[in-house]
């Protein structure tokens, strides 16, 4: 297990953010999440998907400085009890195309290990967590 733990009094944190590759983004027409309340995300070709999570003491007018900075839709934008503003924002990026090769070796090894199984599971999906270094942790979840 690890702790986190960030700085509450800092002007703004940035604790996590997630990089979906392109290969496991889906373009599907959903008709059972329609009504629940879905955001669905736009991505364009050769793109991953980051959806980040940012806390800030800034108050001002976000409209215009997160479109600069490539995020293209605000999912969460509320004020915490402690004063800090929570946002969860969405962009595209290009984040997975390095780690590609990376990501195919563990679905092939993932798939195997299943495929192994007296009962392998139908939806198989795997976790992998690696720590890069003490202030930053990759999770990577992929089908196998």
Not at 125 to 136: H, K, M, P, S, W
Request: glycine share 6%; charged share 25%.
């Amino acid at each position: 297990m690890d702790k986190w733990s960030i700085d509450p009094t800092s002007d703004c944190q940035y604790p996590f953010g997630i990089i979906i590759p392109e290969s496991e983004l889906r373009v599907a027409d959903w008709p059972r999440y329609r009504d629940r309340g879905t955001i669905w995300l736009p991505v364009t070709k050769g793109n991953s998907l980051t959806v980040a999570v940012f806390l800030t003491r800034r108050h001002g007018d976000y409209k215009h400085s997160l479109p600069a900075a490539g995020w293209h839709t605000t999912l969460v934008d509320a004020l915490l009890p402690d004063g800090r503003r929570l946002l969860v924002v969405s962009g595209m990026s290009q984040a997975h195309v390095e780690k590609q090769a990376d990501i195919e070796k563990w679905r092939t090894m993932a798939r195997a290990i299943n495929d192994a199984l007296p009962t392998p599971f139908e939806n198989a999906r795997i976790v992998i967590g690696a720590g890069a270094d003490e202030q930053t942790r990759h999770f990577v979840e992929i089908a196998a």
